[in-house]
Protein backbone atom coordinates (compact mmCIF):
# COMPACT_ATOMS: atom_id res chain seq x y z
CA UNK A 1 0.00 0.00 0.00
CA UNK A 2 1.31 3.44 -1.18
CA UNK A 3 -0.69 6.60 -0.02
CA UNK A 4 0.43 10.40 -1.16
CA UNK A 5 -0.99 12.80 1.48
CA UNK A 6 -0.07 16.20 -0.33
CA UNK A 7 -2.34 18.93 -0.12
CA UNK A 8 -4.61 17.42 2.68
CA UNK A 9 -5.23 20.54 4.22
CA UNK A 10 -6.48 22.32 1.57
CA UNK A 11 -8.72 18.88 0.19
CA UNK A 12 -10.67 18.88 3.58
CA UNK A 13 -10.76 22.39 3.53
CA UNK A 14 -13.01 21.80 -0.05
CA UNK A 15 -14.32 18.91 1.01
CA UNK A 16 -15.96 20.96 3.80
CA UNK A 17 -17.05 23.70 2.45
CA UNK A 18 -19.60 22.32 0.31
CA UNK A 19 -23.10 23.13 1.40
CA UNK A 20 -26.73 22.26 -0.31
CA UNK A 21 -29.98 21.90 1.08
CA UNK A 22 -32.14 18.66 0.48
CA UNK A 23 -35.93 18.61 -1.05
CA UNK A 24 -37.72 16.72 1.43
CA UNK A 25 -40.33 13.93 -0.39
CA UNK A 26 -43.21 12.77 1.61
CA UNK A 27 -41.78 9.54 3.58
CA UNK A 28 -38.40 11.29 4.36
CA UNK A 29 -37.25 10.94 0.87
CA UNK A 30 -35.42 13.24 -1.47
CA UNK A 31 -37.65 14.53 -3.90
CA UNK A 32 -36.37 13.62 -7.37
CA UNK A 33 -37.12 15.67 -10.54
CA UNK A 34 -38.09 13.77 -13.60
CA UNK A 35 -35.48 13.60 -16.05
CA UNK A 36 -36.08 14.35 -19.89
CA UNK A 37 -34.60 11.41 -21.87
CA UNK A 38 -31.41 11.70 -22.91
CA UNK A 39 -29.89 13.69 -20.12
CA UNK A 40 -26.31 13.10 -21.52
CA UNK A 41 -24.73 13.45 -24.66
CA UNK A 42 -21.43 13.04 -25.92
CA UNK A 43 -18.85 13.58 -26.15
CA UNK A 44 -19.52 16.59 -24.85
CA UNK A 45 -20.79 15.92 -21.46
CA UNK A 46 -17.87 13.21 -20.83
CA UNK A 47 -15.71 16.05 -19.41
CA UNK A 48 -15.76 17.86 -16.27
CA UNK A 49 -19.26 19.65 -15.38
CA UNK A 50 -17.94 21.75 -12.15
CA UNK A 51 -20.45 19.22 -10.16
CA UNK A 52 -19.39 19.84 -6.61
CA UNK A 53 -18.52 16.15 -6.90
CA UNK A 54 -17.55 13.96 -10.29
CA UNK A 55 -15.41 10.72 -10.87
CA UNK A 56 -14.23 8.56 -14.05
CA UNK A 57 -14.27 5.11 -13.16
CA UNK A 58 -12.40 2.25 -15.24
CA UNK A 59 -12.23 -1.08 -13.98
CA UNK A 60 -11.06 -4.52 -15.18
CA UNK A 61 -9.42 -7.97 -15.88
CA UNK A 62 -6.40 -8.63 -17.87
CA UNK A 63 -4.44 -11.95 -18.47
CA UNK A 64 -1.04 -11.98 -19.99
CA UNK A 65 2.27 -13.79 -20.66
CA UNK A 66 5.66 -11.67 -19.07
CA UNK A 67 9.06 -11.71 -21.19
CA UNK A 68 10.19 -15.40 -19.82
CA UNK A 69 6.51 -17.44 -20.68
CA UNK A 70 5.25 -16.96 -17.43
CA UNK A 71 1.33 -16.23 -17.08
CA UNK A 72 0.20 -13.53 -14.83
CA UNK A 73 -3.54 -12.62 -14.04
CA UNK A 74 -4.58 -9.17 -12.32
CA UNK A 75 -7.92 -6.73 -11.50
CA UNK A 76 -6.72 -3.09 -11.86
CA UNK A 77 -8.81 -0.20 -10.83
CA UNK A 78 -7.69 2.98 -12.27
CA UNK A 79 -9.98 6.49 -11.28
CA UNK A 80 -10.22 9.87 -11.45
CA UNK A 81 -12.25 12.11 -8.85
CA UNK A 82 -12.99 15.84 -8.99
CA UNK A 83 -14.18 18.17 -6.48
CA UNK A 84 -15.46 21.60 -7.56
CA UNK A 85 -13.53 25.05 -6.60
CA UNK A 86 -14.04 27.43 -9.03
CA UNK A 87 -15.28 25.95 -12.34
CA UNK A 88 -13.67 25.98 -15.02
CA UNK A 89 -10.84 27.74 -12.95
CA UNK A 90 -9.69 25.56 -10.41
CA UNK A 91 -10.49 21.83 -8.83
CA UNK A 92 -9.53 18.95 -6.38
CA UNK A 93 -8.36 16.15 -8.46
CA UNK A 94 -7.62 12.83 -6.93
CA UNK A 95 -6.51 9.53 -8.15
CA UNK A 96 -6.72 5.96 -7.00
CA UNK A 97 -5.06 3.32 -8.86
CA UNK A 98 -4.82 -0.77 -7.44
CA UNK A 99 -3.81 -3.78 -8.86
CA UNK A 100 -5.33 -7.14 -7.82
CA UNK A 101 -1.99 -9.42 -8.89
CA UNK A 102 -4.15 -12.80 -8.37
CA UNK A 103 -0.65 -14.45 -9.40
CA UNK A 104 0.87 -13.63 -6.47
CA UNK A 105 -2.44 -13.30 -4.13
CA UNK A 106 -1.64 -9.56 -3.54
CA UNK A 107 -3.35 -6.47 -3.79
CA UNK A 108 -1.82 -2.75 -3.73
CA UNK A 109 -3.10 0.75 -4.16
CA UNK A 110 -2.06 4.50 -4.29
CA UNK A 111 -3.64 7.50 -4.19
CA UNK A 112 -2.62 10.76 -5.80
CA UNK A 113 -3.97 14.76 -5.32
CA UNK A 114 -3.43 17.67 -7.14
CA UNK A 115 -5.61 21.15 -7.37
CA UNK A 116 -5.51 22.01 -11.07
CA UNK A 117 -7.74 23.66 -13.61
CA UNK A 118 -10.08 21.88 -15.05
CA UNK A 119 -8.98 20.03 -18.09
CA UNK A 120 -12.30 20.77 -19.98
CA UNK A 121 -11.36 20.41 -23.97
CA UNK A 122 -13.03 21.94 -26.74
CA UNK A 123 -14.53 19.49 -28.64
CA UNK A 124 -15.18 16.70 -25.41
CA UNK A 125 -13.83 14.26 -24.23
CA UNK A 126 -11.42 13.61 -21.25
CA UNK A 127 -7.73 14.15 -21.00
CA UNK A 128 -7.17 14.25 -16.83
CA UNK A 129 -3.90 13.90 -15.30
CA UNK A 130 -2.76 13.65 -11.70
CA UNK A 131 0.74 14.03 -11.69
CA UNK A 132 2.34 11.38 -13.84
CA UNK A 133 -0.86 9.61 -13.99
CA UNK A 134 -3.12 10.19 -16.78
CA UNK A 135 -6.38 9.56 -18.24
CA UNK A 136 -7.61 9.91 -21.85
CA UNK A 137 -11.03 9.39 -23.66
CA UNK A 138 -13.31 10.30 -26.53
CA UNK A 139 -16.87 8.34 -27.55
CA UNK A 140 -15.37 4.91 -26.26
CA UNK A 141 -12.01 5.24 -27.19
CA UNK A 142 -9.89 5.68 -24.12
CA UNK A 143 -6.56 5.21 -22.87
CA UNK A 144 -4.60 4.88 -18.77
CA UNK A 145 -1.46 4.85 -18.03
CA UNK A 146 0.22 5.19 -14.33
CA UNK A 147 2.62 3.73 -12.40
CA UNK A 148 3.06 3.25 -8.15
CA UNK A 149 6.09 5.74 -6.76
CA UNK A 150 7.61 2.46 -5.80
CA UNK A 151 8.10 1.02 -9.56
CA UNK A 152 6.05 -2.09 -8.33
CA UNK A 153 3.87 -1.99 -10.67
CA UNK A 154 2.81 0.25 -13.63
CA UNK A 155 -0.30 0.46 -16.22
CA UNK A 156 -0.44 1.25 -19.99
CA UNK A 157 -3.43 0.44 -21.08
CA UNK A 158 -5.96 0.85 -24.67
CA UNK A 159 -9.50 0.40 -23.19
CA UNK A 160 -12.06 0.56 -26.27
CA UNK A 161 -15.42 0.01 -27.59
CA UNK A 162 -17.63 0.84 -30.49
CA UNK A 163 -20.49 -0.10 -28.79
CA UNK A 164 -22.97 2.70 -27.31
CA UNK A 165 -22.51 3.98 -23.86
CA UNK A 166 -25.14 2.80 -21.49
CA UNK A 167 -27.38 5.50 -19.99
CA UNK A 168 -28.61 4.23 -16.29
CA UNK A 169 -32.31 5.49 -14.83
CA UNK A 170 -34.08 8.00 -17.06
CA UNK A 171 -31.92 8.81 -19.83
CA UNK A 172 -28.42 9.22 -17.68
CA UNK A 173 -29.92 10.16 -14.02
CA UNK A 174 -30.83 8.27 -11.53
CA UNK A 175 -32.14 8.57 -7.94
CA UNK A 176 -29.26 8.35 -5.47
CA UNK A 177 -31.14 7.72 -2.24
CA UNK A 178 -30.12 10.57 0.91
CA UNK A 179 -27.94 12.31 -2.01
CA UNK A 180 -30.35 13.33 -3.72
CA UNK A 181 -29.64 12.35 -7.83
CA UNK A 182 -26.95 11.87 -10.26
CA UNK A 183 -25.98 12.00 -13.37
CA UNK A 184 -24.76 8.17 -14.71
CA UNK A 185 -23.60 6.37 -17.85
CA UNK A 186 -21.24 3.72 -18.15
CA UNK A 187 -19.11 2.25 -21.00
CA UNK A 188 -19.28 -1.55 -20.11
CA UNK A 189 -17.69 -3.90 -22.35
CA UNK A 190 -14.39 -2.15 -23.36
CA UNK A 191 -11.55 -4.21 -24.85
CA UNK A 192 -8.49 -3.75 -22.82
CA UNK A 193 -4.80 -4.55 -24.37
CA UNK A 194 -1.48 -3.59 -23.34
CA UNK A 195 1.08 -3.67 -21.02
CA UNK A 196 1.53 -4.32 -17.10
CA UNK A 197 4.85 -3.54 -15.73
CA UNK A 198 5.13 -6.20 -12.71
CA UNK A 199 8.27 -5.10 -10.53
CA UNK A 200 10.46 -4.39 -13.42
CA UNK A 201 8.98 -7.49 -15.91
CA UNK A 202 6.74 -6.38 -18.82
CA UNK A 203 3.90 -8.05 -19.18
CA UNK A 204 1.44 -8.31 -22.55
CA UNK A 205 -2.10 -8.47 -21.34
CA UNK A 206 -5.50 -8.65 -22.73
CA UNK A 207 -8.68 -8.47 -21.03
CA UNK A 208 -11.95 -6.76 -20.55
CA UNK A 209 -12.71 -3.35 -18.82
CA UNK A 210 -15.92 -1.31 -17.51
CA UNK A 211 -15.78 2.41 -17.27
CA UNK A 212 -18.50 4.72 -14.88
CA UNK A 213 -18.93 8.18 -15.59
CA UNK A 214 -20.92 9.98 -12.64
CA UNK A 215 -21.33 13.58 -10.99
CA UNK A 216 -24.14 15.71 -9.25
CA UNK A 217 -24.57 18.21 -7.01
CA UNK A 218 -24.68 15.80 -3.94
CA UNK A 219 -26.29 16.77 -1.01
CA UNK A 220 -24.57 15.96 2.14
CA UNK A 221 -25.93 13.26 3.93
CA UNK A 222 -24.23 9.92 4.87
CA UNK A 223 -24.37 7.70 2.77
CA UNK A 224 -22.73 4.62 1.10
CA UNK A 225 -23.50 1.69 -1.34
CA UNK A 226 -23.04 -1.91 -2.68
CA UNK A 227 -21.99 -1.81 -6.44
CA UNK A 228 -21.86 -4.18 -8.73
CA UNK A 229 -20.34 -4.39 -12.90
CA UNK A 230 -21.20 -7.89 -14.08
CA UNK A 231 -19.90 -9.23 -16.91
CA UNK A 232 -20.98 -12.16 -18.13
CA UNK A 233 -19.44 -15.00 -20.96
CA UNK A 234 -23.06 -14.60 -22.99
CA UNK A 235 -22.14 -10.72 -23.42
CA UNK A 236 -24.78 -9.90 -21.13
CA UNK A 237 -23.68 -7.43 -18.50
CA UNK A 238 -25.50 -5.95 -15.33
CA UNK A 239 -25.18 -2.77 -13.66
CA UNK A 240 -27.03 -2.87 -9.95
CA UNK A 241 -26.55 0.03 -7.63
CA UNK A 242 -27.84 -0.49 -4.14
CA UNK A 243 -27.64 2.79 -2.50
CA UNK A 244 -27.60 3.22 1.53
CA UNK A 245 -28.70 5.58 3.84
CA UNK A 246 -26.38 6.14 6.93
CA UNK A 247 -27.27 3.25 9.21
CA UNK A 248 -26.40 1.29 6.21
CA UNK A 249 -30.04 0.34 4.96
CA UNK A 250 -30.77 -0.44 1.32
CA UNK A 251 -33.07 3.08 0.03
CA UNK A 252 -32.61 2.80 -3.86
CA UNK A 253 -32.17 -0.09 -6.42
CA UNK A 254 -31.21 1.06 -9.67
CA UNK A 255 -30.35 -1.88 -12.41
CA UNK A 256 -29.62 -1.86 -15.82
CA UNK A 257 -29.04 -4.84 -18.22
CA UNK A 258 -26.78 -4.42 -21.11
CA UNK A 259 -26.83 -6.88 -23.85
CA UNK A 260 -24.28 -7.99 -26.17
CA UNK A 261 -25.34 -5.61 -29.20
CA UNK A 262 -25.15 -2.68 -26.67
CA UNK A 263 -28.70 -2.58 -25.85
CA UNK A 264 -30.03 -1.54 -22.53
CA UNK A 265 -33.04 -2.24 -20.62
CA UNK A 266 -33.42 -0.46 -17.03
CA UNK A 267 -34.67 -3.70 -14.45
CA UNK A 268 -37.42 -3.32 -12.30
CA UNK A 269 -35.80 -2.23 -8.67
CA UNK A 270 -38.40 -4.53 -6.94
CA UNK A 271 -36.64 -7.68 -9.13
CA UNK A 272 -33.39 -7.20 -7.61
CA UNK A 273 -32.23 -8.35 -3.69
CA UNK A 274 -28.96 -8.52 -2.43
CA UNK A 275 -28.28 -11.92 0.44
CA UNK A 276 -25.00 -11.33 2.22
CA UNK A 277 -23.05 -14.55 2.14
CA UNK A 278 -20.31 -13.92 4.76
CA UNK A 279 -18.29 -11.02 5.89
CA UNK A 280 -14.27 -9.73 6.11
CA UNK A 281 -13.23 -7.69 8.43
CA UNK A 282 -9.87 -5.31 7.79
CA UNK A 283 -7.06 -6.10 10.05
CA UNK A 284 -5.56 -2.69 8.89
CA UNK A 285 -9.06 -0.40 9.34
CA UNK A 286 -11.03 -2.60 11.49
CA UNK A 287 -13.91 -2.38 8.80
CA UNK A 288 -15.69 -5.12 8.69
CA UNK A 289 -17.09 -5.83 4.75
CA UNK A 290 -19.66 -8.22 2.93
CA UNK A 291 -17.57 -10.91 1.18
CA UNK A 292 -19.85 -12.71 -1.21
CA UNK A 293 -23.06 -11.99 -2.72
CA UNK A 294 -25.73 -13.37 -3.93
CA UNK A 295 -27.85 -10.89 -6.08
CA UNK A 296 -31.40 -11.86 -7.74
CA UNK A 297 -32.15 -9.88 -11.21
CA UNK A 298 -35.36 -10.75 -13.45
CA UNK A 299 -35.11 -14.25 -14.50
CA UNK A 300 -32.95 -15.99 -12.60
CA UNK A 301 -30.03 -15.05 -10.27
CA UNK A 302 -26.18 -14.07 -9.74
CA UNK A 303 -23.79 -15.54 -7.08
CA UNK A 304 -20.67 -13.02 -6.63
CA UNK A 305 -17.33 -14.25 -4.89
CA UNK A 306 -14.53 -12.03 -4.39
CA UNK A 307 -10.88 -13.28 -6.12
CA UNK A 308 -9.05 -12.07 -3.10
CA UNK A 309 -10.35 -10.77 0.09
CA UNK A 310 -8.26 -7.89 0.76
CA UNK A 311 -8.90 -5.85 -1.93
CA UNK A 312 -9.37 -2.47 0.56
CA UNK A 313 -8.76 1.19 -0.50
CA UNK A 314 -7.63 3.22 2.72
CA UNK A 315 -7.31 6.58 0.77
CA UNK A 316 -8.35 10.14 1.70
CA UNK A 317 -10.82 10.94 -0.84
CA UNK A 318 -13.56 8.27 0.12
CA UNK A 319 -16.43 9.49 2.20
CA UNK A 320 -15.83 7.24 4.59
CA UNK A 321 -11.95 7.33 4.47
CA UNK A 322 -11.95 3.40 3.24
CA UNK A 323 -13.94 1.63 0.81
CA UNK A 324 -13.22 -2.10 -0.85
CA UNK A 325 -13.04 -2.38 -4.71
CA UNK A 326 -12.89 -6.12 -5.80
CA UNK A 327 -12.20 -8.11 -8.97
CA UNK A 328 -14.79 -11.33 -8.11
CA UNK A 329 -16.15 -13.77 -9.85
CA UNK A 330 -19.76 -14.77 -11.26
CA UNK A 331 -21.60 -17.85 -11.67
CA UNK A 332 -26.04 -18.26 -11.54
CA UNK A 333 -28.61 -18.97 -13.38
CA UNK A 334 -30.82 -16.82 -15.43
CA UNK A 335 -33.81 -17.77 -17.82
CA UNK A 336 -33.15 -21.43 -16.93
CA UNK A 337 -29.46 -21.06 -18.15
CA UNK A 338 -26.35 -21.45 -16.36
CA UNK A 339 -24.29 -18.33 -16.64
CA UNK A 340 -20.71 -17.27 -15.80
CA UNK A 341 -18.76 -14.46 -15.50
CA UNK A 342 -16.74 -11.69 -13.80
CA UNK A 343 -17.36 -8.70 -11.85
CA UNK A 344 -15.92 -5.86 -10.02
CA UNK A 345 -17.85 -4.93 -6.61
CA UNK A 346 -17.81 -1.46 -5.06
CA UNK A 347 -18.84 -1.30 -1.24
CA UNK A 348 -18.47 1.86 0.10
CA UNK A 349 -19.13 2.39 4.02
CA UNK A 350 -21.46 5.07 5.51
CA UNK A 351 -20.00 8.32 5.13
CA UNK A 352 -20.85 12.11 4.20
CA UNK A 353 -20.39 13.39 0.82
CA UNK A 354 -19.74 17.11 0.96
CA UNK A 355 -20.37 17.37 4.58
Known amino acids: ?????????????????????????????????????????????????????????????????????????????????????????????????????????????????????????????????????NMKGRNGTNRVTGAFTDASYSLNLNLNTSLPAALHGDGGVIPYGPLGESFYYSRPNLKASGVVMDHGVPVLVTGTSWFDHQWGDFLPNPAGWDWFSVQLTNGTQYMIYLIKDGDGQIVEKVGTLVRSNGSTQALDPSSLTETVLGTWTSPASGVTYSSGWRLTVPGGHLTIQPKLEDQELRVDVSPAGTYWEGASTVTGN??????????????????????
Open 1 to 133: MIRSRRRRGLLAFVFGSVVLTSAAAPGGGVAVAAAQTPQISFPQDEGPHGANTEWWYFTGHLKGIDIHGRPHSYGFEFTMFHQDVAFPDLGVYAGHMAVTDLTRGTFMFEEKITVQPDPVLPDGGIDISVDDW
Open 334 to 355: VNGRPVSGQAYVELTPPGVFGG
